[in-house]
């Protein structure tokens, strides 16, 4: 009876995430024709890459008049946080053969961040499928609708979606912040590493860099 409430749990949250997260596919897809892409590659895009944060630093540096190996090799650089998030998955998912290319597509923040929530394996691994399903769907149906309706939307920034995918991030991360000391001071520290290095150094690798945190707190 436990397990059916705890994977219950999980399916509300992972549909939660999915669908809150995935409404920001709209900008996305908005800011992608802003700079310069067509509908036909704004949703290749987040069909093949699908994780906002690179595609959104992608569309940025190309916007702003960047090249585009320039702007990919800074969108790679700002989706290697998902390797690390694989690394940590890999034992709670415990995904076997082909399965795995699959699973792999779905490591994200999100994702991720659902996953590690849930307090049983069997509740993590549906929390992963449910966000991965829920947000995949919902962020390539916005993108194109985001696309397509560019033109009237003007700026993506002026709608405020920008802040969805972040605001439901930490939402379902505060239970684990609030009851432990430490992940506030990590959570703290890679704040002020990113904030720090934001002026100085180009899109994502402040998001990298912030990683350096977990060495401040293991060492104290």
Do not use: K
Not at 29 to 38: F, P, W
Not at 64 to 75: I, K, P
Not at 166 to 178: E, H, K, Q, V
């Amino acid at each position: 009876m436990e397990q059916t409430t705890h994977r219950a749990a999980a399916v509300r949250d992972g549909l939660g995430m999915g669908v809150a997260v995935g409404l920001s596919g709209i900008a996305f897809g908005a800011a992608a024709i802003t700079a310069g892409l067509s509908v036909p590659q704004a949703c290749v895009l987040s069909l093949l890459a699908f994780t906002g944060a690179s595609q959104f630093a992608l569309t940025g540096a190309v916007g702003a008049g960047g090249d585009l190996v320039t702007a990919t090799l800074g969108a790679l650089l700002l989706g290697g946080r998902n390797t690390l998030y694989g690394l940590r998955l890999a034992g709670l998912l415990r995904v076997r053969g082909a399965r795995r290319l699959l699973a792999a597509q779905g490591v994200i923040d999100e994702t991720t961040a659902v996953t590690l929530a849930q307090p049983t394996r069997e509740a993590s691994r549906t929390g992963f499928a449910t966000t991965f399903a829920s947000l995949y769907l919902t962020w390539n149906l916005t993108t194109l609708a985001g696309a397509y309706g560019a033109s009237f939307l003007g700026d993506p920034g002026v709608l405020g979606l920008d802040v969805v995918g972040p605001a439901a991030f930490l939402a379902i991360l505060w239970p684990r912040l609030t009851a432990s000391a430490e992940l506030r001071g990590l959570a703290g520290a890679a704040a002020v590493i990113a904030l720090c290095a934001t002026p100085f150094l180009p899109p994502g690798v402040p998001v990298l860099l912030s990683a350096a945190a977990v060495l401040v707190v293991m060492a104290r």
